[in-house]
């Protein structure tokens, strides 16, 4: 009888043995090389292919980065992450579709530094958005170049709680939808935070905050930021839903159909120390919308400037 179960624990000892343990074969660090293979473990010397292939191998909370540049793929974003590339191009080319999708937790934090999202494959159609956030708790996008897609460039479009979005030292151009679309439908509070971000030449808005499907607030703050060449509004608010606030400090918004614009009765800009110029109308209100100026600004040379409140700094 003793005999018979040390048999069995034996066996069943191989049997736990052999089965991968998924948390174990999660590293805190892991590795993309252009000559890559996703069936590596994605360490420094074995590494893999895509993102796709290296995220299943990263612990929550874990980083992605890129031992030299290469196409690393589209890639749904469903936990806390760190993708951090600064080794030549690291490229997301897609068509038809999204680059990232952010769709983790309400408490979770990603971050996207140094990748070249591209929407304009060759032969073919256009990408969705470079980076569409549904939920997180912080999404920051740094150092990166996002151009090329149909919807927009950087995407806000989390339908749960609110999400706090950073776009810093960013190029978001010659998209063929908006820049920047910060279009929540859930119920927290959204915050953005726009710095050293250069937004150009793409079809739609420059950057646009859109209001009218959340309950929640909307605050965002852009700063030292070149909104220019695009087909509609450099910057833009609207908003007959949850109260929506933009404040602008220190950019340039030139060459737009709109350079600032505010439209509906919750719809609020203040700007100060921006050049406005050479823009179709330099302000515009309607709606009820508000924008108003701090009176350090320099408004000219558009083909209107436009009318707007002012107040003084505080």
Known sequence: MMKKLCTLLASLVLCLLAVPNAAQAQATRTWVSGVGDDANPCSRTAPCKTFAGAISKTATAGEINCLDPGGFGALT????????????????????????????????????????????????????????????????????????????????????SGVALNVIGTTIADNTGEGILIKPSGTGTTRVMID????????????????NLTSGGLKMTIRNTEAVHNADNGIAVSSNGAVSLVMVDSSNVLN???????????ATLYFTRTIVNANGTGVNQAGSGVVTSYGTNSIAGNGVNGTFGTTSQQ
């Open 77 to 160: 974003i469903t936990k806390a992450i760190s993708i951090i590339c600064q080794a030549g191009t690291a490229g997301v080319l897609v068509s038809g579709t999204n680059g990232i999708v952010v769709a983790a937790g309400a408490t979770d934090k990603v971050y996207l530094h140094g990748l070249d999202f591209e929407g304009l494959a060759p032969n073919s159609g256009p990408g969705l958005s470079g980076v569409l956030i549904d939920s997180a708790g912080i999404v920051t996008i740094e150092d990166c170049i996002i151009k090329g897609f149909s919807v927009a460039g950087i995407n806000l479009d989390n339908s749960s």
């Open 196 to 211: 050293h971000a250069t937004v150009s030449d793409n079809a739609g808005d420059g950057i646009y905050m859109n209001g």
């Open 256 to 266: 737009n159909t709109t350079g600032l614009a505010a439209n509906g009765p919750n």
